[in-house]
């Protein structure tokens, strides 16, 4: 490709603007040896903002174990090949060399570099289980040798990988997060998460290696919350390869398909005791090499990507291709709590969930890694104070939305936005055959694959959402409005008894900007979920972003209008996730799934692109759940009155 994604600032606009969705690490982790567990005072712990105090007890020794965030490393400007953010070490080459080197291969070539790949992995599973076993007989050192792993798992960001037995294992070591948290009100401090992180949304994940033919066992308690799930990375499979950030779905694990353990409540699933005490779970997930799609049949099928018990297959580490020029990378194991309840702190309640590693034999161990560098470089930042700035012609009155497919889809087709619409560098055909062909060298990944690479969203993402997603600008006195009608999701913040149906599990609009020197990709200003929005008798809404000097008078409740500070910086990509799970969490047929908006018609990179669907400011295929923005003055929308009937808010013209 010609300029080889360049960030310039019409790259930022349109590209790290269309998507900056990609959920990495986060400020809080130990290394290998505990920190103190000794709460803060309420003085040192900033008890009148950080939610988790709310927990009963207060207990700090729930959460994860911190990061020093007092000196932090300003990120690159321009970072190829994108895993600055991530836990591994991509080995240091251009774009054009991977280019160059892997997408002219011929099939022989490719199939003799997918069995190389699954050689080193195997030889390196063979040695990684002999050190462990080595080390169960007190033969070796816990701490592995650095020249026992690849470059892509011990370098600067994984520092060292520790061995334990079970019971030194402190799941405050095992987890780094970022945490559900209240919007922030003040944008020159350092609260602001990266990475499009949902602020009622609490992100966990563990990184970790282990020889084939293991498990990675997890017990804990269901969180109180609107929705709770697991993925781990896929099957070792080079033909599918994946990174940090890009690359193939994970394999999920839903809520409602965990069992509790024996006299045991699962409160997510329909009808349920949502508060019932004894709530606790075991999972297992095994590792091994193959095609994530042929090892869960079930769970690895659109749209409902669910099967019934607590086990999955996933992998005890990941072909890199070409992007890790074919080096295996650590594998790693998300939770995510969606909305927990009021009181009950990001967690939902409970306590950090356990993890060990087991091996074929039966042996229980940890294999701690030493992330502190991963996670200092993603530590809270500021805002970015900017001018005002009308939204340029290319997104402007008739510009609708982008529907996530896949992670490198949506930052290339911001590039080909900019070399073709705006820049007249190729032709939008030529663009599009250019990002088909890079995506289908490095991550073999289309609608025209087979599975596990024709499944959406891809890497980071989670497979019951649908997210949507657009850049905007406000400029000097003006203000953004949409206008829609919100899915019924089922109520459970203020303790619900049970778990209702419902159309969806839960919906949010999110904005977010690059942050300091526009450094950093998806800073959160800002977040309202499904619960915070008001409705009017149809579940019609009217949401306005403004800075608070330029809000409406009537933009407020009574007049039947949400409001959200829009934060300092221009410009901002706004994101709506869809969370469905099926079949009670799924009832509306204008949820933007892949059958209303399929990958081959809904991305713009496709021959096929049917802008119709979501593409326009105007209803398309979900009819009047499509959100429609509105770009006025002020003093236009103080003009419409109390109350504000969303149909007459004006046409952007």
Not at 13 to 42: D, K
Not at 615 to 640: C, D, R, S, V
Request: hydrophobic share 35%; with cysteine.
């Amino acid at each position: 490709m010609k300029d080889h994604f360049s960030f310039n600032s019409l790259h930022r606009l349109i590209s790290n603007l269309i998507l900056l969705i990609f959920v990495t690490t986060a400020c809080r982790l130990g290394g290998a040896v505990p920190a103190s567990t000794t709460p803060p005072s309420e003085t040192e712990s900033g008890a009148t903002t950080n939610p988790w105090l709310t927990l009963p007890g207060g207990d700090l020794s729930l959460f994860p174990n911190e990061v020093d965030c007092s000196s932090v490393p300003l990120p690159p400007e321009d970072s190829f090949p994108y895993d600055y953010w991530g836990h591994i070490d991509l080995p240091d080459a251009s774009e054009q060399k991977i280019v160059n080197q892997y997408c002219n291969m011929t099939t022989e070539e490719w199939e003799a570099f997918y069995a190389r790949q699954t050689s080193q992995a195997q030889q390196l599973s063979d040695t990684l289980e002999d050190y462990i076993r080595r080390w169960l007989r007190g033969e070796v050192d816990a701490r592995l040798p650095n020249d026992l792993l690849p470059s892509t798992m011990i370098g600067e960001k994984i520092s060292s990988w520790t061995l334990l037995h079970p019971e030194e294992v402190d799941p405050r070591n095992q987890w780094f997060w970022v945490p559900a948290r209240p919007n922030p009100t003040d944008f020159d401090i350092p609260i602001l998460r990266r990475a499009n992180a949902e602020t009622h949304v609490t992100y966990l994940r563990t990184v970790f290696i282990a020889p084939f033919g293991s498990e990675l066992l997890v017990e804990g308690d269901f969180p109180h919350a609107r929705f709770m799930d697991f993925q781990i990375q896929e099957p070792f499979d080079p033909r599918y390869p994946v990174t940090s950030n890009l690359g193939q779905d994970e394999i999920p694990l839903v809520d409602v398909d965990i069992e509790p353990d024996p006299g045991h409540v699962n409160p997510f699933r329909t009808g349920a005791d949502r508060n019932a005490i004894l709530r606790h779970y075991h999972v297992t997930f095994r590792l091994e090499m193959g095609n994530a799609a042929e090892l869960n049949p079930e769970a690895m099928r659109a749209p409902e990507f669910r099967s019934p018990g607590n086990t999955r297959v996933g992998g005890p580490m990941a072909a890199s291709g070409p992007m890790g020029q074919g080096l295996p990378v650590p594998s790693i194991l998300w939770m995510r709590t969606y909305a927990p309840d009021n009181g009950t702190g990001p967690l939902g309640g409970v306590a950090l969930p356990r993890v060990l590693l087991r091996l074929d034999t039966g042996e229980a161990f940890w294999l701690q890694p030493d992330l502190t560098e991963t996670l200092r470089r993603d530590c809270p930042v500021t805002g970015l104070e900017t001018n005002p700035v009308d939204p340029p012609a290319i997104i402007g009155p008739s510009f609708g939305w982008f529907k996530m497919f896949d992670g490198f889809t949506m930052y290339a087709e911001g590039w080909g936005l900019q070399q073709s619409v705006l820049s007249n560098n190729m032709t939008i055909d030529e663009a599009r055959q250019a990002i088909r062909g890079q995506r289908t060298c490095f991550y073999n990944r289309g609608p025209d694959k087979a599975p596990p690479g024709n499944l959406t969203p891809g890497t980071t993402l989670v497979p019951y959402i649908n997210y949507l997603t657009r850049p905007t600008a406000i400029g000097l006195g003006k203000i953004l409005v949409f206008t829609g009608r919100l899915p019924k999701t089922p109520g459970t913040r203020s303790g619900e008894p049970t778990m209702q149906a419902a159309d969806l599990r839960f919906w949010s609009i999110c904005h977010s900007g690059n942050g300091p020197e526009e450094r950093y990709r998806g800073v959160v200003y800002g977040c309202l979920m499904d619960d915070e929005i008001t409705l009017d008798s149809n579940r019609d809404y009217v949401i306005v972003y403004s800075r608070p000097e330029n809000r409406p008078d009537n933009a407020r409740p009574e007049c039947g209008v949400t409001w959200q500070d829009r934060g300092p910086e221009e410009p901002q990509g706004v994101l709506i996730r869809w969370l469905s799970v099926y079949p009670d969490h799924a009832y509306n047929p204008n949820t933007p799934t892949d059958t209303l908006v399929p990958w081959n018609l809904g991305s713009w990179s496709e021959n096929n692109y049917d802008p119709t669907l979501i593409g326009q400011n105007t209803p398309g295929a979900m009819g009047p759940y499509h959100p429609i923005l509105h770009y006025l003055t002020k003093e236009k929308f103080e003009a419409l009155g109390c109350p504000v009937n969303p149909a007459e808010v004006p046409e952007w013209k």
